[in-house]
Structures are given as C-alpha cells and as structure tokens.
C-alpha cells in the first residue's frame, strides 16, 4: 500500500470546520483513499473512503485532488467529541493477504471551545 | 447486533494465566481480524479469518496465542501463559466480503488487557 503524509497536530475551534490534509504522492490507479479516526481510549472508527471522486457522508467530506496526489478530510462543523486520532491510508484493490490495515502517525485533532 | 462487540471490556491478570478474549462481528460479516495495540503505537495486526478458517496467521506473535471462530460468527482469541508484555488493547474488526472493493473493516470498542 501507498505511504501517506499527514501533519501530526492540528487545532480548530468548535463550530468551525476541520480540514486535514494527507499527502500520498505515490498512489496507484487501483488503491482507494480512507480515512479512519480513534478517539481516546476507544476503537478505531470507519469515517470515509474514495477513489477519485469527491465524497460525502453524514460524518465528513472527501476531497481528492485530481492527480490523486493528495486529499482532505473535511469535518464541517466540528464538536468536542471530535477530538481524535485521524487517520489516512491508502488501500489496495484484493489484497489476497487479508486486507490487514496499518496505520501511520495520523493526526492528533484537538477540538478547543 | 448494531456493531461488533468485544468482552471482556477490560481483564488484569496475573503472569502465567490464561485469558480468554470474545469478539462478537456485525450480523452477516464473514471476515473477522484481530489486532492489538500497545500504549500509543499503531496496530498490529495478529490473526484474520474468512468464514471459520483462518488463512493468515502470521501476526500471532507466539505459540501461547490462538484464535478460533465457530459458526462463522463469534471469534475467541486465547493467550496461555500470560506474560506483561501482552498487555495492550485487543481489537477485533469485521467486514462483508474482504475481496470485493472496497473493504471497509469496522472496529469493536476494544479489550484492555494488563498483565501483572
């Protein structure tokens, strides 16, 4: 799988949207971009994934730049509660050695009131 | 269930005793892996299973670790002879179908184990 950059700290304040970025410069055509969170003391939560296109769901947005270079994860108004770990990684296509995900350093996302 | 779940939810043991770890998967998901986590490090990925097999193995960091999953369901993970350095956070995920694309692995709240 595709290594990725992501800043090790970031600030927001509540109510404001979080964009993290994450750079994974050498994807290839046929890995998926995803996101994952772990909140303290908790499991790692699924958030959202993407190919190339830009995505939605109730938690977050997708941004995936058109090179596929490089993404954000977009948390419109972010709360407290999330305050977390964020995670980037890029995922290959039927890995037949069981999917097995890693996690790098992520990005340790602190909500302030 | 509405997610997969783990008990116990914590277990302190004592060196050299066996623990036993359950992992309940989300209705339907018939893939399952287990992972552990150390105090601020990544995951480490330890066993995965398809249905009630397991073709991969190679995270159990020894032969005291074993898993099984009967009925295509509900896994134990089992740790004989504890020892301190296997205190860490146990996860278990699920998924649907591990080869289709995308996969998306969901994660129960985790087993805090702590040797003493």
């Known amino acids: 799988d595709a290594k990725t950059t992501q800043p090790p700290s970031m600030d927001c304040a509540e109510g404001r949207a979080a964009n993290l970025p994450c750079n994974h410069s050498?994807?290839?055509?046929?890995?998926?971009v995803y996101w994952y969170r772990q909140i303290h003391s908790q499991g790692p939560q699924y958030i959202i994934h993407?190919?190339?296109n830009n995505e939605t769901n109730e938690m977050a947005s997708l941004i995936i730049t058109e090179d596929r270079k490089s993404s954000t994860l977009i948390l419109p108004h972010a709360t407290l509660r999330d305050t977390a770990v964020y995670y980037c990684i890029v995922r290959v296509r039927n890995n037949n050695a069981g999917n097995m995900l890693t996690f790098g350093g992520g990005t340790r996302l602190m909500v302030k009131p | 269930g509405a997610g997969v779940s783990q008990s116990p939810s914590n277990k302190v043991t004592e060196k050299g005793k066996d623990v036993e770890l359950r992992c309940d998967p989300i209705?339907?998901?018939?893939?399952l892996y287990w992972y552990r986590q150390s105090l601020g490090q990544g995951l480490e990925f330890l066993i995965y299973?398809?249905?009630?097999?397991?073709?991969?193995k190679s995270g159990l960091p020894s032969d005291r670790f074993s898993a099984e999953r009967t009925g295509g369901s509900v896994s134990t993970l089992t740790i004989q002879r504890t020892q301190q350095e296997d205190s860490a956070v146990y996860l278990c995920?699920?998924?649907?179908?591990?080869?289709?694309?995308?996969?998306?692995?969901?994660f129960g709240p985790g087993t805090r184990l702590l040797v003493l």
């Open positions: 209705s339907g998901h018939t893939a």
């Open positions: 995920a699920s998924s649907l179908v591990p080869d289709r694309v995308p996969e998306t692995q969901y």
């Open positions: 993407g190919l190339k």
């Open positions: 050498t994807i290839s055509g046929n890995e998926y």
């Open positions: 299973f398809q249905g009630n097999s397991a073709p991969d």
